[in-house]
């Protein structure tokens, strides 16, 4: 087992305490604009965070033939979209389409580290 994993392995209360007990000590003597400022960037941390995981959780869901969306027409037809063998789709049915969204991935990285050195 890892020792070194973060975020720890804490009880799912604790952590929520603990996220609270920072919160609280964020407030101190700031004002409510300083509060405000300080709260919303801690908010872009963590939209930041979650917009990157989905992201790689997509790349990895298509790459995987894991996506499945309960709304799609065939489902709502009666089709089960869990035991139907669709013999058209498949991983390699799908690699150009994430082949182009790593490719554009890149560009956008390659774009973020131009604009920096600037």
């Known amino acids: 087992m890892q020792e070194d ?3 720890p392995n804490t009880n ?10 920072v919160g609280y000590a964020c407030v101190g003597d700031f ?4 509060q405000n400022s300080i709260g919303n960037w801690i908010i872009m941390v963590g939209q930041y965070v979650l917009t990157h995981a ?11 033939n894991s996506n499945i969306n309960i709304n799609s027409k065939k489902a709502k037809a009666g ?13 390699q049915n ?8 790593l490719e554009a991935v890149k560009r956008m ?3 973020l580290e131009k604009m920096k050195k600037n």
């Open 79 to 91: 089709g089960s979209v869990y035991t139907d063998n669709d013999q058209n789709k498949s991983n």
């Open 31 to 34: 004002n409510a604009n300083e």
């Open 94 to 101: 799908q690699r150009s389409e994430v082949d182009m969204l």
């Open 109 to 111: 990285q390659d774009e």
């Open 12 to 21: 799912p209360h604790v952590f929520t305490l603990i996220a609270v007990a």
């Open 54 to 64: 989905a992201q790689q959780q997509l790349i990895e869901s298509r790459i995987e």
């Open 5 to 7: 994993k973060f975020p």
